[in-house]
């Protein structure tokens, strides 16, 4: 079974497949910064900088998961699933007009998938 360092929940899934139907092509990103901090945003692909300090850590729903490499120091020992509530975050996420946003839930890495994801960025992101 392939590993993953983040899902996504059906119910959020499903208004990621609204999102791209309203607004095309669209990308996940976690900065930590201003706005929502460490809330992800869904946001229009070419609305967006992605630069060298952005990894990508898995594709969901069918559109990328980017982090921001500061904030993946922070989360990179967990696991991470996408999920959709009610209520308005103060971001620039295309699904803030529907009175929804999304959130992280988080579950610290087995020691297998620590192992796995360690390994694994040594490889290919050149992260210790």
């Not at 969901?60 to 904030?71: E, K, L, R, V």
């Not at 803030?96 to 999304?102: A, D």
Request: hydrophobic share 40%.
């Amino acid at each position: 079974m392939k590993k993953s360092r983040v899902e996504i929940t059906p119910k959020a899934a499903n208004i990621v497949t609204q999102m791209i139907a309203q607004h095309g092509e669209l990308i996940f990103h976690q900065s930590g910064g201003c706005c929502d901090g460490s809330s992800p945003m869904l946001l229009p692909k070419d609305d967006f900088y992605l630069d060298e300090s952005d990894i990508l850590l898995n594709i969901i729903a069918s559109i990328p998961f980017y982090m921001n490499i500061d904030q993946y120091h922070y989360w990179k020992h967990t696991h991470l699933t996408v999920d959709i509530i009610e209520g308005r975050g103060s971001s620039f996420s295309v699904e803030i007009p529907l009175g929804l946003r999304f959130i992280i839930h988080s579950r610290l890495l087995t020691e297998e998938e620590n192992t796995y994801f360690n390994n694994l960025e040594k490889v290919t992101l050149g992260i210790d």
